[in-house]
């Protein structure tokens, strides 16, 4: 948070903003606040901390400061702030973990709408008067409710948080307020690299423009920061304008309001929305859509900051605001010492190209001024893109009409669009035939057909969707069209719209997202027993104030050195050279190695060896590593990286798709590829069946987007080859065991410690090596530390991810719709290596059937082998995947027969004792009480009716409701990897310290580790603590991936408590009124050891796939959602109304985790199949590297109203303590 005192209203003002862009020679004479300065764990925690913390909003918390800091910042503003406010404030920010709701849960608390709520429920008789029994109403006690007597709704207490008080805040550095001195310093800031200068006065501005007319104009530092970034590009000087008055003032004029260029996108919405609320309504419409338009223009951080000359001036042909200043004919005034003052119309002619424009190198935008609307014009502007919040446009418009005086006959019309050519475009030859016409249907048929030939667009136009794109500037005019109709037929009675029309022009819901868990608290004698309790995550606190520690956290080493990487930019073709000299020449570089370092056979990687660390010959995919660039720091790391000198020699084919690696019959053969499961007699059943349905579904990639990405820091002790290994990892094991391997030294001089990780969900399971193994190479060559953690697009580039799947299914059924057989072959594509894709295909072709019994079954899978990045574990390891298939199958039944798709789903499910196609019972799988509870809970039959009445009466927007079940098998397929291995220490002081085999990664692994050891142990959590997962304390661990380490490590960690309570037990008997501490010293005394190991194995037989037989997994989960989704028919956009999530956890450890992973990974589900899409192009580019590009569900994509229950009565004898995952 940045801090300014406004001199002229006197008052000081906060802004959220984000530190990775905000130039430290931008915060001169400004406060600064970090999420470290507003509470502590060793002083207090803030209440935006604490409620943070308890209300189970962070999770693997590498996200929490920031979002804690966006809250921050919004009590500082505004101390009662709004839901609105709240929905505003978190634009700019991503979760992976949580799916949001407890994050807005726990903040809701501070608002005003939270506040109303809770005093409409303490005036519980109804008749304004508080009820008679205070806290103990039966509103507030759910006394209201027939719940069960140990059911809980609240995962946290609102009434236990901490108060907020303003008063309590850190004041404003006295100086920067009562003393101007630093607001008229012209500063210069000199680098070796930039000079950064900051005038006061117009005239100092323009002849720094003149004596430098490359230099860039900087305010918020939100384009030129990624460009450097990102782009490598440089800009040796830069200017900041932000206090030449001239452009940051706001002028009012009869013709419109004057803005200062360098006033930022936050300011100008307050000041057009200032004007919208006393000005007449007519005269304010373009700083209506204006103002709207901003709503969706990037996040509040980014409009904290960035100007919007800027936006003026880059010329981005999305940019959300270009087209409404063209359309509008916006006025823009140019200043340069040598020509003085000029004043330019923004149309059609101000863009010359892409980003570029008419405005002279030495000249500067001073202001734009945005023109007032006449009483019988009118404006209107839209805008499409992936996500609503935070995200570039698709394709946007605006659309300006002025009419004859009392008339609907058109006087003028301007339309300018974005997304449609390289700058923003107008339609001349459409505004040219409306002009004069009657605003009707007929009129509207004409402008149809005109705007497509005005806007014609190339199938080969950078960003695709050529057909998307046409169609929406078709559906925004017929959208203007319907609202100015609206606003014109009250006073042109004449003109008449439909009802069913009115849709088009509505916007979704708009309502305080509320949410429920349901969830069974297990009742106890023992206040000690914490099992079932929703208690805190163990590093909730320290998350949430800034404290916990990753990887890059760990304080720069003496003498330590950064890595760069070298990657390949061909995704097919042979390496003739690879030179670093011009690298090794630079100041500060150290070293280069490559594939020369490591012997041949020290050089592979990967589960097949079909992988190798560097790449010495021939490249099969970009991103690949070439060799690495050792240096002083980053910067310089990542400079010289860019210079080494590759040559190649491309090679064909480029195999990208699935398609393509069928078509060149491109697959990784080896141990039981492909995968094939045969059961009964697929061919008779097709013979003899009534009815047979063929299709296909297809699936694309998924990028983990962790929110830290891959980091590694190798520290050499000097002595023996030892190697102490910190890294960003789920696999510690394999991290020692491939570093030990490439470097041939033993296992045991390599101890890999991993503290918590930033987010995995299965791509730092084997990925992490690829920055691991290079990083420990040149650490033990140099004797030096080395570190890395990878920038977003390397991580993705480098790293893989989900795997796209392409299904094709031959089902045979009966009359009522029983599945009598299928024969489905399934493809996923493995990118340029195995990795793991193997597996991946093997738990696809086990899971493809779902939740439906299926007694005859064929079903092969191939992993296609492609010139891509090696895709990898990730979340559901390709049982999604292919159980999309299955839904795609029974749908298709369903509509053949034309039965109602829940009664063929509900024919079809599986029973608990059913056997699979592979052969295994299903035993404690409720897969059907999960279907009839969701039914119910979702009230699904009432809730459908609703919708076809809705769709019935709304032409533009459509709803639809669905319910979906999964099963899930938990366990490694790999029967070796079912173990796991716990080690606990106790000291003389009763302090105990707790090591197992799994990562935290935000699952709350740790957490319930501690419940399990202090309720086997009896004593308190305080007196146990875990300090990190490393090889030299639990060896040869299993990878914390499959949804099984809370099982195989809590069974570990449970054995080896139960050894420490054998030996404790002859001291209780002793004393059993005795203390821990005293039962502790006493064995000490008595020569007693009080550490041990704990170790656990599954009862997995295994699976042979010779004879199809065998247990694959220890025990099976299983869920049904049902959602009700409303779309935009002409803009393909949607908003999820409704979700309901009955789940099978068995008896849960801890509710308030299991609710969070649930609706993480819901959300995470969501992305994957509505909003979350990596894009290639035909020489394996790929296009989506970035946040920008690629994007994740924000806050405002969460169901507005999001249930979910745990299935009650389903325990899980085959688990710790009867729980599931």
């Not at 500063?187 to 423009?209: A, C, H, M, N, S």
């Not at 490393?1030 to 139960?1058: L, Q, R, Y």
Request: aromatic fraction near 10%; charged fraction near 25%.
């Amino acid at each position: 948070m940045i801090s300014k005192y406004d001199r002229k209203l006197q008052k000081v003002n906060h802004f959220a903003i984000n530190a990775c862009l905000a130039p430290v020679c931008a915060m001169h004479g400004l406060s600064v606040t970090t999420v470290e300065g507003i509470g502590s764990t060793k002083t207090k925690l803030h209440p935006v901390q604490e409620r943070m913390a308890k209300a189970h909003g962070s999770q693997c918390g590498f996200c929490t400061p920031g979002i804690v800091m966006s809250m921050y910042t919004l009590l500082r503003n505004h101390p009662k702030p709004t839901m609105k406010d709240l929905e505003i404030a978190f634009q700019g920010n991503l979760c992976r973990c949580t799916g949001y709701r407890p994050i807005i849960e726990g903040y809701k608390t501070f608002t005003v709408d939270w506040e109303i709520m809770q005093n409409a429920t303490a005036l519980a008789n109804g008749n304004g008067v508080a009820c008679g029994m205070g806290d103990k109403c039966c509103k507030l006690q759910n006394g209201c409710k027939e719940y069960d007597k140990n059911e809980d709704e609240a995962l946290f207490k609102p009434r236990e948080f901490v108060p907020n008080d303003p008063t309590q805040e850190p004041i404003f550095p006295p100086e920067l307020k009562l003393y101007d001195t630093l607001d008229k310093q012209n500063l210069v800031f000199k680098g070796k690299y930039v000079k950064w200068y900051r005038p006061t006065q117009l005239d100092e501005l323009l002849e720094l423009k003149q004596k430098h007319p490359d230099a860039k104009i900087v305010v918020g530092n939100t384009e030129i920061g990624v460009e450097v970034k990102f782009k490598h590009l440089e800009y040796p000087i830069r200017i900041q304008p932000t206090l030449v008055s001239e452009m940051t003032d706001v002028v009012l004029s009869e013709h419109g309001i004057k803005i200062g260029a360098a006033l930022s996108l936050q300011n100008v919405e307050d000041f057009l929305r200032e004007q919208i609320s006393i000005q007449p309504k007519y005269k304010t419409r373009i700083f209506t859509a204006t103002v709207q338009m901003l709503h969706w223009f990037a996040g509040r951080q980014i409009r904290n900051v960035a100007a919007i000359g800027g936006n003026v001036m880059t010329g981005s042909p999305i940019s959300d605001l270009n087209q409404i200043f063209v359309a509008s004919k916006t006025e823009l005034e140019l200043q340069s010492k040598r020509n003085g003052c000029r004043k330019v119309i923004m149309n059609a002619n101000f863009f010359t190209g892409y980003r570029q424009n008419i405005v002279n190198k030495d000249e500067v935008l001073i202001s734009i001024t945005i023109p007032f609307t006449k009483e019988n014009q009118y404006f209107y502007a839209y805008k499409q893109a992936r996500r609503r919040d935070d995200d570039t446009a698709i394709v946007n418009s605006a659309v300006n009409v002025e009419f004859e005086n009392h008339s609907d006959i058109i006087k003028s019309i301007h339309l300018a669009f974005g997304g449609m050519a390289p700058t923003t475009v107008t339609a001349p030859k459409t505004s040219k035939l409306l002009t004069g016409k009657p605003w009707n249907r007929e009129t509207l048929d004409l402008a149809y057909k005109s705007i497509i030939e005005d806007l014609p667009l190339p199938p080969s136009a950078p960003g695709g969707m050529i057909q998307f794109r046409r169609a929406l500037t078709l559906s925004f005019f017929f959208r203007a069209f319907l609202a100015i109709s609206e606003e014109l037929q009250r006073t042109l009675p004449e003109i008449k719209i439909e009802e069913k029309d009115l849709s088009a022009i509505t916007g979704f819901l708009d309502k305080i997202p509320k949410s429920s868990q349901y969830f069974q608290v297990l009742p106890t004698q023992e206040k000690i027993n914490t099992i079932g309790q929703p208690i805190l995550h163990a590093s909730a606190f320290k998350q949430a104030t800034g404290e916990a520690v990753y990887c890059d956290d760990i304080p720069p080493m003496i003498n330590e050195l950064y890595m760069g990487f070298v990657l390949s930019a061909k995704a097919h073709a042979n390496i003739l050279s690879i030179d670093p000299s011009e690298a090794l020449q630079m100041e500060g570089v150290h070293a280069f190695f490559s594939a020369k370092d490591l012997p041949e056979d020290r050089n592979k990687i990967g589960k097949t060896d079909d992988e190798v660390v560097f790449v010495a010959k021939t490249v099969t995919s970009q991103g690949q590593i070439l060799g690495v660039v050792i240096a002083d720091d980053q910067a310089k790391a990542q400079k010289a990286a860019r210079t080494v000198k590759v040559t190649y020699e491309e090679l064909q084919p480029f195999i990208i798709s699935i398609d393509d690696a069928i078509n060149h019959k491109s697959y990784f053969t080896g141990f039981n590829n492909p995968k094939v499961i045969e059961k009964g007699d697929v061919d008779k059943v097709f013979e003899t069946a009534p009815h047979i349905v063929e299709g296909e579904s297809r699936n694309g990639a998924q990028e983990h987007f962790y929110l830290e990405t891959q980091c590694v820091l190798v520290v050499p002790k000097n002595e023996d080859d030892e190697l102490e290994v910190f890294c960003s990892t789920q696999y510690p094991t394999s991290m020692s065991k491939l570093i030990s391997h490439a470097l041939n030294i033993p296992q045991n001089r390599v101890i890999t410690k991993v503290k918590r990780i930033g987010g995995g969900f299965g791509g730092k399971e084997h990925r992490s090596a690829i920055v691991a193994i290079p990083a420990a190479l040149a650490a033990s060559r140099l004797k030096r530390p080395i570190r890395c953690m990878l920038d977003r697009d390397e991580d993705i580039l480098m790293t893989g991810g989900r795997h796209p799947f392409y299904v094709k299914y031959k089902a045979a059924f009966n009359d009522d719709g029983r599945i009598l057989g299928c024969e489905t072959y399934l493809y996923n594509n493995g990118g340029y290596a195995n990795d793991l894709s193997e597996f991946v295909m093997e738990r696809a072709v086990f899971h493809f059937e779902n939740t439906y019994k299926i007694p005859n079954v064929r079903v092969v899978g191939y992993v296609c082998k492609t010139n891509l990045p090696s895709n990898v574990a990730m979340r559901g390891f390709g049982a999604p995947q292919s159980m999309l298939a299955s839904e795609f199958m029974v749908r298709r039944i369903a509509e053949y027969l034309n039965k109602d798709i829940v009664d063929v789903c509900r024919l079809n499910l599986y029973r608990d004792g059913d056997i699979t196609h592979y052969n295994q019972k299903l035993e404690y799988c409720p897969i059907e009480r999960c279907w009839d509870e969701c039914m119910v809970s979702s009230n699904f039959y009432t809730r459908q009716k609703e919708v076809d009445k809705y769709n019935r009466e709304n032409r533009w927007k459509k709803r639809g409701i669905s319910i979906v079940p999964t099963k899930y098998g938990i366990g490694f397929s790999r029967i070796h990897l079912n173990q796991a291995g716990a080690l606990i220490h106790i000291y003389t002081d009763g302090s105990v310290l707790l090591t197992h085999g799994g990562a935290e990664m935000g699952q709350g692994l740790h957490t319930k580790m501690l419940q399990i050891a202090s309720t086997v142990l009896g004593i308190p959590i305080s007196k146990i603590y875990i300090s990190e997962t490393s090889t030299d304390k639990v060896p040869n661990t299993s990878p914390t991936a499959a949804s099984f380490s809370s099982d195989i490590n809590g069974m570990a960690v449970m054995n080896a408590c139960e050894i420490i309570n054998q030996r404790l037990e002859p001291y209780k008997k002793v004393n059993p009124k005795g203390k821990w501490e005293e039962w502790i010293s006493a064995a000490y005394f008595d020569r007693v050891s009080l550490s041990t190991t704990g170790f656990y194995k599954s009862p997995c037989s295994g699976y042979d796939w010779k004879t199809n037989s065998g247990d694959v997994y220890l025990y099976y989960t299983c869920g049904v959602a049902c959602s009700e989704v409303e779309i935009d028919c002409l803009t393909g956009d949607h908003q999820v109304l409704r979700t309901d999530i009955v789940m099978d956890v068995g008896e849960s450890m801890n509710p308030a985790i299991d609710v969070g992973q649930i609706e993480g990974a819901f959300m995470q589900g969501y992305g994957m199949y509505m909003l979350e899409e990596l894009l290639y192009g035909p020489d394996g580019t790929i296009y989506t590297r970035g946040p920008g590009a690629y994007k994740l569900p924000g806050f405002n994509n969460i169901p507005l109203e999001f249930n979910v229950s745990f299935l009650k009565g389903a325990p899980n004898p085959r688990a710790v303590y009867s729980s599931k995952v």
